[in-house]
């Protein structure tokens, strides 16, 4: 049966981790659903106040994998310094029978990228088959 789960930021002006993808705060969830399609979107303003330009990401995990060696599956955008930049990912999937759960994960290449307030939202729509 169809189903949609959104997911807002738990932690305002969450900064992304640097060097590698990790969980963005509150960003994650859990699916039980029979085998089918699924569609996962993933959007966040991000700002840069690093002194200089700063490569931000997006991707997901599904039940602890990271997707972002996945084609498709991630989004990226570098921002000058001192600018803002928006992230938008929409990727769909076949996953099996069962509970699984999706987590929102991003990165920088530099320090001093945050998501701005709480302007991130993460939406897994079960289509139903």
């Known amino acids: 049966m ?3 789960t959104q997911r807002t930021l738990s932690v305002i002006n969450s ?3 640097v060097g590698g993808y990790t969980l963005i705060p509150g960003m994650a969830v859990t699916l039980l659903t029979g085998a089918g399609w699924v569609d996962i979107r993933l959007q966040a303003l991000v700002e840069n106040t690093y002194a200089g330009i700063n490569r931000i990401g997006l991707t997901f995990a599904l039940d602890g994998v990271a997707m972002n060696d996945v084609p498709g599956a991630v989004a990226s ?3 000058p310094e001192d600018c803002w930049g928006t992230l938008g990912l929409h990727y769909a999937m076949r996953i ?3 509970q699984h759960v999706l987590t929102a994960l991003g990165f920088c ?3 001093n990228a945050t998501i701005y307030q709480d302007h991130a939202l993460f939406t897994v729509y079960e289509l139903g088959f």
């Open 2 to 4: 169809p189903q949609l």
């Open 15 to 17: 900064s992304l981790a």
């Open 77 to 79: 955008v570098s921002i």
């Open 96 to 98: 099996g029978a069962g």
């Open 109 to 111: 290449t530099n320090a």
